[in-house]
Structure formats: structure tokens, C-alpha cells
């Protein structure tokens, strides 16, 4: 109770800090990074559960998440537990966030992409003072932007302007609304010879924008993520989601194999249950067999179990209590010896 009243998270701080430090601690990224925000969908009561109606499940606790583009590790994150009381005065939220996430990263050259939440002048210029360059698109309300950005230009038209050392390219992919991206990288734009003329930093953008979002898609896709009311369990099934991925992630960097993800993921949940069984297998415990059911000749009488079935009718009784049982709520397991189990 003492942890709960100064952190918010206490449930699951230790769990989650020790898989990010194993996550940091086991890869070395490329020079491309992303950081976006991952909502993990739960409707567990807790007292951070956030609300957002452009994500398809709408509920659940967001985390913040760095990762990387190409292979889409997962790096460093944390999760927004609301105001932050250590974020020092006049610093925005996602130029905190930025800086928190990509710090074990930076004075190595890296890159960090970012979208409009996070993009801002500040931001380019303490990455820049970290030898860390920033891509990301701006949003129209920040006030760094100058009043040309605001105006209609000809159709697939770019305007470049510079400061310092970021560039700012405005374009017209739309009849009524452009893109401003802002970046740290480039400091001369390319635009290419096709028919829409995209410059080259919202081609890089574009590249390079998707890796948290892509990461969360895989981590849905294979998930072992089950029905709980205790948001600590919906932490620690998205912990085990993002730790698969991680996992095969350096399979393949160490071993130069190509798995599949769900071959791996198979591979994997038999290694961690081998010890497991070799246990049972080593101890004095006595086996339980499974005893074949007996047919009745005559007529079918109505299943008397009715665990998994609407009232079905079978021939088969049960070998213990002798009832009626039908082929939905019979026990179907495989029968093996503990040597073949493993």
C-alpha cells in the first residue's frame, strides 16, 4: 500500500523493468528508431485505463514504446500512468516522452521518427544536441510553423524551409490540405521525377513511421492474452507478447535462420514446458489413465452431463458414474507415456 500511494504501476513495476533492462541489455539496434504510443486492450479496472476512439479496441492501458524499424524489436517503453509530476515545467508531454524513451540510444547517430504528437523545434534541437537526428510530421496548431504553411499551394508542389540545421518541407499531397514534415536529417531535399513529385523526406517518413504499429499488430495477431479483471495479468500477457517477438527476433539474428513467427512461437511455449514435465515425469506420483468408454447397445438415451452440449444423444456411458455422456462433454485427451510427453 505504501508503493501505491507514490507509483501508480507498483503491481507491475519490478516485472516490467526487468524485461525492459533484458530487452535493452540483449540487442543492438539499427539506426532507425520510431516511437509512437501502444494501447493494450484490457477492461480491467485500474486507475490509468485510457480511452481512445481512433483505435479499434478503444479501452485499455497505453504504453509508450520505442522500437525498431526494420525488425520491429522492442527497445524501451513505459506506461502513462497520467500527469507527470518529474516532468520539468514548460516541456511538453510527447518531448518528454521522446527523450525518456530513446535516452539509453542516443550520442550513436541514430534517427528517431515520430509523428505529430510528438514532432516539435525543441525536440529537433535537444536530439540534435544528443547527436541524435529527428524525422516527424508537424502538427498545424504548433506555433513554430510559419503562416506559408497554412497556405494552399499548386497540387503536388513542395516548398522547402531551413533553420539551423532542420529542414521543414511543406506539401501539397492534397487539393485542400498539405504535410509538414519537419526533420534533422536531411539537410538538402530531394523531390522525385513521377507524377505526384513526393520529396524525399515524406518518402523517408513514410518508410520509416510504422514500427510501433506494426510491432502491436504482431503482437495481436499471436497473443496469449486471456480474460482477467486484475490489470497486472493484462500487463503481464502483453510482457509475454512482446517478449515472443523479441525472442524471435534474436533467434534469427544469432542463428541466420528464417523461422516463422508461429513455428517459433510453438518451438518455444514446448522448451519453456520441458522442465515441466521431465519433473512429473522423475516424480513418484501416480499415472492417471484414461479408461475407454463403453458402448451401449439399444437405443440413445439424452447426455445427463450437459457441460458443452444442448441435451445430445448418445450411446456412450460414462466408466465412473455410469451416466449418459455424449461426444461434446467427454474428456478427449491423448494418451502418452512421461518419456513421449517430452
Same mark, same amino acid.
Given at each position: ?119 516539435? #523545434?525543441? !525536440? *529537433?534541437?535537444? &536530439?540534435? $544536441? ?8 508537424? @502538427? =498545424? ?124 512461437? #510453438?518451438? !518455444? *511455449?514446448?522448451? &519453456?514446458? $520441458? ?8 516424480? @513418484? =506420483? ?57
Amino acid at each position: 500500500m505504501v508503493r501505491l500511494s507514490t507509483d501508480k504501476f507498483a503491481l507491475a513495476t519490478d516485472v516490467w523493468q526487468w524485461f525492459v533492462a533484458n530487452s535493452i541489455r540483449c540487442y543492438r539496434p539499427s539506426d532507425n528508431l520510431t516511437v509512437d504510443e501502444q494501447l493494450f486492450p484490457t477492461k480491467a479496472r485500474c486507475r490509468f485505463t485510457q480511452y481512445m476512439a481512433n483505435k479499434p479496441d478503444k479501452f485499455g492501458i497505453k504504453f509508450w514504446v520505442v522500437a525498431e524499424v526494420t525488425t520491429k524489436y522492442f527497445l524501451n517503453g513505459f506506461p502513462y500512468l497520467g500527469k507527470d509530476e518529474a516532468r520539468p515545467p514548460g516541456q511538453r508531454l510527447g518531448e518528454s516522452v521522446v527523450l525518456k524513451l530513446v535516452e539509453p540510444f542516443m550520442d550513436k547517430g541514430r534517427n528517431v521518427t515520430v509523428d505529430n504528437f510528438f514532432t516539435s #523545434l525543441s !525536440l *529537433a534541437n535537444s &536530439l540534435l $544536441r544528443r547527436n541524435t537526428s529527428l524525422v516527424g510530421t508537424m @502538427n =498545424a496548431a504548433r506555433r513554430e510553423l510559419p503562416p506559408s504553411a497554412h497556405q494552399r499551394a499548386e497540387l503536388f508542389s513542395s516548398r522547402v524551409l531551413k533553420h539551423d540545421r532542420t529542414t521543414l518541407t511543406i506539401y501539397q499531397g492534397k487539393a485542400k490540405k498539405n504535410v509538414c514534415v519537419l526533420s534533422s536529417l536531411h539537410q538538402t531535399v530531394a523531390v522525385e521525377s513521377d507524377r505526384k513529385k513526393k520529396p524525399e523526406t515524406v518518402c523517408f517518413y513514410n518508410k520509416s513511421k510504422c514500427g510501433v504499429d506494426t510491432l502491436d499488430q504482431m503482437a495481436r495477431k499471436y497473443t496469449v492474452k486471456g480474460a482477467t479483471r486484475r490489470w497486472p495479468l493484462a500487463v503481464f500477457y502483453n510482457i509475454l507478447d512482446l517478449a515472443a517477438i523479441n525472442a524471435w527476433v534474436l533467434f534469427q539474428q544469432c542463428t541466420g535462420t528464417n523461422i516463422p513467427r508461429r513455428a517459433f512461437i #510453438l518451438e !518455444l *511455449a514446448k522448451e &519453456l514446458r $520441458r522442465d515441466v514435465l521431465r519433473a512429473k515425469a522423475s516424480s @513418484n =506420483a501416480p499415472e492417471l489413465r484414461l479408461l475407454p468408454h463403453p458402448q451401449v447397445p439399444g437405443n440413445r438415451r439424452q447426455c445427463q452431463i450437459n457441460r458443452h452440449c444442448k441435451k445430445n444423444r448418445t450411446t456412450t456411458i460414462c466408466c465412473g458414474c455410469q451416466k449418459p455422456v455424449c461426444g461434446k462433454c467427454v474428456a478427449k485427451t491423448e494418451s502418452r507415456c512421461p518419456a513421449c510427453a517430452l
